[in-house]
């Protein structure tokens, strides 16, 4: 099982970043996908949730209106599109998979910057 996170890196306040992790290993279609992140010192932070097929999205109340959570199943592929950035968004960003087991991706850092 693999899940590997793409596309961070260091982003100037307001500007966008798009995520991506990459599944394989497992039945990516019945799982439940999330992007968590974590800062040193604080506990990992659920971030945006999309349901298996891909329906249903929640957010965090910080990101709600700047974040957008999707996948494709098709390419077990799933993506966080980050627009209006800021400071207090600079964290690892993690992929999670969620159903029968669940796993975790290595991280991706994303700092937000002047």
């Known amino acids: 099982v693999q899940l590997v996170e793409s596309g961070g890196g260091l982003v100037q306040p307001g500007g966008s970043l798009r995520l991506s992790c990459a599944a394989s290993?497992?039945?990516?279609?019945?799982?439940?996908m999330s992007w968590y992140r974590q800062v040193p010192g604080k506990e990992r932070e659920l971030v945006a949730r999309?349901?298996?097929?891909?329906?249903?999205?929640n957010y965090v109340d910080s990101v709600k209106g700047r974040f957008t959570i999707s996948r494709d199943n098709d390419k077990k592929m799933v993506y966080l599109q980050m627009n209006s950035l800021k400071a207090e968004d600079t964290a690892v960003y993690y992929c999670?998979?969620?159903?029968?087991?669940?796993?975790w991706g290595q991280g991706t850092q994303v700092t937000v910057s002047s």
């Open positions: 999670h998979a969620a159903f029968y087991r669940d796993y």
């Open positions: 290993g497992f039945t990516f279609s019945t799982y439940f």
């Open positions: 999309i349901s298996s097929g891909g329906g249903n999205t």
